[in-house]
Every structure is written in C-alpha cells, then in structure tokens.
C-alpha cells in the first residue's frame, strides 16, 4: 500500500518568511495529492490539491509543486502571517474517485509576529 | 450546502464496551471515509465506504467496523474497547474528484 512521509515534523519562521513541507509517496499509481491545515481543536481543512497531470499549482500565498519521477511533492507558503499556524499534512491517493487516501505524519508550523 | 456532520462529538467509554459513531456526508457525497487521529500516530485510515460498500480497508483489528446506509450516512462501530482506542475519530466525505471534507470528529476517550 501507500506510504507517505512528511518533513519536517516541526517548522517554525517569522513573519514574512517562507515555509516549505516536503513530502514523499511510495506507490507510482498515486495520483491525487492534497494538503491540509489543522488548527488547534478543529477539523483538518482541505487547502490545497495537485493531481498527477500537473506540476503546480498557486493560490495565492500558497503553492503545490509535484515531481513524479522523485515521487515527491511539496506545499510553499509565502509571506507568512500568525494565522498560518497550525498543523500541515499531506496526503496521496492511489485512485481517481476511489479513496485509499494515506496521510503523512504532519507539520506543525509556528510564524513567529 | 451543510457541511459534514459528526454524532455525538465526545464520548466515555469504558473498557470491555462497545461505541457507535455517526456520520452525514454532505449531500451529494457517496463516499465516506473514517480516520483515527492521536497525537502520537497522526491521522490514520480506517475504512472508505461508497454506495453501502467497504471499497478500501486500512490496518486496524476486526474491532473495528463500519457500515453505510442508502442515503450514505455512515456509523462506525468499535467493539471491545481498549485504552488505545482514546483517539479523535473523524469521518470525511469526498466528491466524485476526490476532494475530502472532513467533519468535526468525536472525541472518544475510553477509561
């Protein structure tokens, strides 16, 4: 089955800065990888999804970029605020429209003000 | 349209007992997924459920199941609760392109 690792496990920036979250797949049949923000208490938030056909993706501060052959994807947060702390994970998924859905271990971000 | 649902969101339990959760998708969603979320194993994958099926199944004890019904509502079901089952269980609903909305969780704490 799928197996997702995520790096770091802890991040912390100031404000303003640039985060970065690296994650890596085993299964080459993934084709659907989607990021997720957990604040303390809530429910994680989908913020972000890539599918397999593209190598990046923007909204606004932040962006996804895939690279296949590495079997690795990644999340960029630009210009950091407060607000975007919390926990990070990403996911990969084996199937169009047939959820394995496999999760890495997640990141938790500090932004220092 | 109404997010996805969680019943009840906390929970005591006992060891030896068994607990049933709920879960509405959102409508329209036929997929519903379960996760175990605890501090020191993340979000871990349970089971999917799409159309009153078990279409994928993640690595936990027979304890542990699931089922959905024809207006794809979802419960889950431990049975013969241990310590180890304290955990955060969220259900999410996907939409045909796989994006996953995850509901609040219940909280279960099992003493």
């Known amino acids: 089955g799928e197996n997702v690792e995520q790096h770091p496990s802890t991040l912390s920036v100031q404000e303003g800065d640039s985060a970065v979250i690296k994650c890596t797949y085993s299964?080459?049949?993934?084709?659907?990888f989607p990021w997720y923000k957990q604040e303390l208490g809530k429910r994680p938030q989908l913020i972000i999804d890539?599918?397999?056909?593209?190598g990046e993706k923007k909204d606004q501060r932040i962006a996804v970029t895939l690279n296949k052959t590495a079997k690795h994807f990644s999340l960029h947060i630009t210009e950091t605020q407060p607000e975007d702390s919390a926990v990070y994970f990403c996911?990969?998924?084996?199937?169009?429209?047939?959820?394995?859905?496999?999760f890495g271990a997640g990141t938790r971000l500090t932004v220092k003000p | 349209k109404a997010g996805v649902t969680q019943t009840p969101r906390y929970l005591i339990k006992t060891r030896g007992q068994q607990v049933t959760l709920s879960c509405s998708p959102i409508?329209?969603?036929?997929?519903v997924s379960w996760y175990q979320q605890t501090p020191g194993q993340g979000l871990q994958f349970l089971f999917e459920?799409?159309?009153?099926?078990?279409?994928n199944k993640g690595n936990f004890p027979g304890r542990f199941s699931g089922r959905q019904f024809s207006n794809s509502r979802s419960e889950m079901n431990v049975s013969t609760l241990e310590l180890g089952d304290s955990a955060l269980y969220l259900c999410?609903?996907?939409?045909?392109?796989?994006?996953?909305?995850f509901g609040p969780g219940t909280r279960l704490t099992v003493l």
């Open positions: 999410a609903s996907s939409s045909e392109y796989n994006e996953q909305f």
């Open positions: 299964d080459s049949a993934s084709n659907y």
């Open positions: 890539i599918r397999s056909n593209v």
């Open positions: 996911a990969a998924s084996t199937r169009f429209n047939n959820n394995d859905m496999r």
């Open positions: 409508s329209g969603h036929r997929s």
């Open positions: 459920y799409f159309s009153e099926t078990q279409r």
